[in-house]
């Protein structure tokens, strides 16, 4: 088991950029990690992913990056050109194979809010 605490969420203008991280009691490179989303009223969706490579949702592609520091054990997501439908809270989450399914990760942190303004 791995406790994941996301931080860095918060409000900003459609277009602009926000960064948003988590940080994992154990060693993140042991893991799959993976970033999700849910906007009210919607079912939580696949972001984006890293193991030993990276996976995107097409919604995010060329927007979204994700980054690992195995060092520090934290897993960044860093959001450019962000969209007013960007707008969810990201929750964190770690498993044993990078897949876009939520269900296949097993510990989640508790999320984060993110709101694009238009």
């Known amino acids: 088991q791995v406790e994941l605490v996301e931080s860095g969420g918060g409000l900003v203008q459609a277009g602009g950029s926000l960064r948003v991280s988590c940080s994992a009691s154990g060693r993140v490179s042991d893991w799959a990690m993976g970033w999700f989303r849910q906007a009210p009223g919607k079912e939580r969706e696949f972001v984006a992913g890293?193991?030993?490579?990276?996976l995107y949702a097409d919604s995010v592609k060329g927007r979204f990056t994700i980054s690992r520091d195995n060092s520090k054990n934290t897993v960044d997501l860093q959001m450019n050109s962000l969209e007013p439908e960007d707008t969810a809270v990201y929750y964190c989450?770690?498993?044993?194979?990078?897949?876009?399914?939520?269900?296949?990760?097993?510990?989640w942190g508790q999320g984060t809010q993110v709101t694009v303004s238009s």
């Open positions: 890293i193991s030993w490579t990276t």
């Open positions: 989450a770690a498993g044993r194979i990078l897949v876009r399914t939520s269900t296949y990760y097993t510990n």
